[in-house]
């Protein structure tokens, strides 16, 4: 950033243009201003100005501390970075605008339609798609890394029967780090790599085992025979039989589904992996920062919320009442907003369609007659129309999980086994760029300064 000038008179807030004979052909960028990605300020408070250099659309929020009226810094305030770069990332791409998402460049549709959840998490991973032979190499690995550590198991037995699957599941990730103590070498690429497939090859493990402690059933190992998606339905559902059979069209649903989940740029959890490993911790502890995230229900905790506002409401008759209730801002229509997407959440529509194939095989969920009368009664209010918020992922994918005979508590814990590839590429990401540091926001501190202490008989 450069000082350009100073002028006690420089107090015009509006925007200066050039005067047109400044332009010249040879000169003139697009905006006429010479051509220069800058940005020119005028602090007002001392008539100062400043160039602040423009970068891939955006301004250092360092270059601002040194417009320093105050002796502090100028600094911006950005309370849930709503619009805040944290980081570059090459991972995934999404214009919300245009309700566009990519995966290393691949749309969502394609990759959906054509790709598998396994082959999505090597291109995550590593940047472009497998070739046969890198596919089946990273599907071996991960199927021999399934199986955990009878400790593990344990502890699991330890919790209360009716604990909650994500809780479950996201002490026993950060209870990994134990295990694989190695996982602190985070600058050994080899090492990242091992435990990057140790995660995600145990994660439908610790999933399935958090599901059939609330059930009080035993838990089932890994079947190494199987696929990723197959196996973990085997050890959700399977009981005497001796090779636990999905049906091809549930198993493709929810493969379709994991690669839905598979990432999502710098959403909350994400966020909380990148902060918690600019520490530089070891993955599974950032990971189960990221769990933690998702648990809440704002971000993956959403679609359990639908499942239980759509049973709440309960028949199509009561939704007027409801809506008008959310409208009064007594709650929210969860399933409905998104941060990014102002137009359509890509991964909805795609959900919609497989609903339709998973309750084929099922049978419709007497709860979906509501969802699309909330759904379109909700596309045609202004409250809704005016603030932009349509059907996100969650507003389905519940409806889908419960015809899968998942209880509301698992469908988190579906979106972490989705997410992790996700949460490791842009982990992988962070760990290997320069320009990272230890996250450490600023306040605006707003409490008391310097108190003599009081003691306790005098207050
Ligand atoms: N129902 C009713 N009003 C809403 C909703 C909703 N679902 N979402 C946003 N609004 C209103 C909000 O009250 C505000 O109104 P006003 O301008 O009058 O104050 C306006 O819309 C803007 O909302 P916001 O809270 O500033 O938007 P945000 O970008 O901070 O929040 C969100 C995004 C997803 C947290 C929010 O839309 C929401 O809480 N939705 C319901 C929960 C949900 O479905 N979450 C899943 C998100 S998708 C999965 C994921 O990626 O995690």
Same mark, same amino acid.
């Given at each position: 950033m450069t000082d350009v000038s100073t002028t006690d008179a420089a107090l015009d807030l509006t925007p200066q243009q050039p005067a047109l004979d400044d332009q010249t052909s040879d000169d003139t960028g697009p905006a006429g201003n010479?051509? +220069?990605?800058t940005l020119t300020v005028t602090d007002n408070r001392t008539g100062q100005t400043y160039e602040l250099e423009i970068t891939d659309g955006t301004i250092r929020a360092a270059d601002l501390k040194q417009i320093n009226a105050d002796g502090e810094g100028l600094a911006t305030y950005d309370p849930g970075f709503v619009n805040t770069a944290s980081c570059r990332s090459a991972v995934t791409f999404i214009d919300g605008d245009a309700g566009i998402l990519e995966y290393r460049g691949y749309p969502i549709e394609q990759l959906a339609e054509h790709s598998t959840f396994l082959e999505v998490a090597y291109l995550l991973l590593n940047g472009d798609l497998p070739t046969e032979a890198e596919l089946e190499e990273w599907v071996h690995q991960i199927t021999i890394h399934t199986f955990l550590h009878e400790n593990v198991k344990q502890l699991m037995q330890? #919790? +209360? #029967?009716?604990?909650?699957p994500m809780g479950m599941l996201m002490s026993s990730v950060s209870a990994l780090s134990t295990f694989y103590p190695d996982a602190v070498k985070i600058a050994d690429v080899d090492n990242r790599q091992l435990q990057i497939t140790r995660l995600i090859a145990k994660m439908p493990t610790l999933g399935a085992f958090a599901f059939r402690h609330a059930q009080g059933k035993p838990y089932v190992y890994p079947d190494n025979r199987l696929s990723y998606v197959e196996n973990f339905l085997a050890m959700l559902f399977k009981m005497s039989e001796p090779t636990y059979a999905a049906d091809p069209r549930l198993v493709k649903a929810l493969d379709i589904l994991l690669i839905l989940h598979a990432d999502h740029e710098q959403n909350c959890s994400t966020n909380a992996v990148r902060s918690v490993g600019s520490s530089q911790v070891d993955p599974y502890s950032a990971v189960a920062a990221g769990i933690g995230a998702l648990y809440g229900p704002l971000h993956g905790g959403a679609n359990e919320a639908v499942l239980k506002m759509l049973r709440r409401i309960g028949s199509v008759d009561q939704i007027p009442a409801f809506i008008e209730g959310v409208k009064a801002g007594k709650e929210k229509l969860m399933g409905f907003g998104h941060r990014v997407y102002k137009n359509f959440d890509p991964r909805a529509t795609i959900i919609k369609k497989a609903c339709d194939d998973v309750f084929a095989v099922t049978g419709v969920n007497p709860l979906l007659e509501i969802a699309q009368e909330l759904e379109r009664i909700a596309l045609e209010d202004e409250y809704f129309v005016k603030r932009k918020l349509y059907p996100n992922v969650d507003f389905y994918s519940g409806l889908i999980y419960e015809a899968l005979q998942f209880p509301p508590e698992m469908f988190t814990v579906l979106f972490a086994i989705g997410r992790t590839p996700g949460w490791l590429a842009q982990w992988s990401e962070l760990v290997q760029d320069k320009e990272q540091k230890i996250a450490r926001p600023k306040q605006i501190y707003t409490g008391h300064r310097t108190r003599e202490f009081v003691p306790m008989a005098e207050r």
């Open positions: 010479g051509g +220069r990605d330890g #919790y +209360r #029967y009716d604990a909650h």
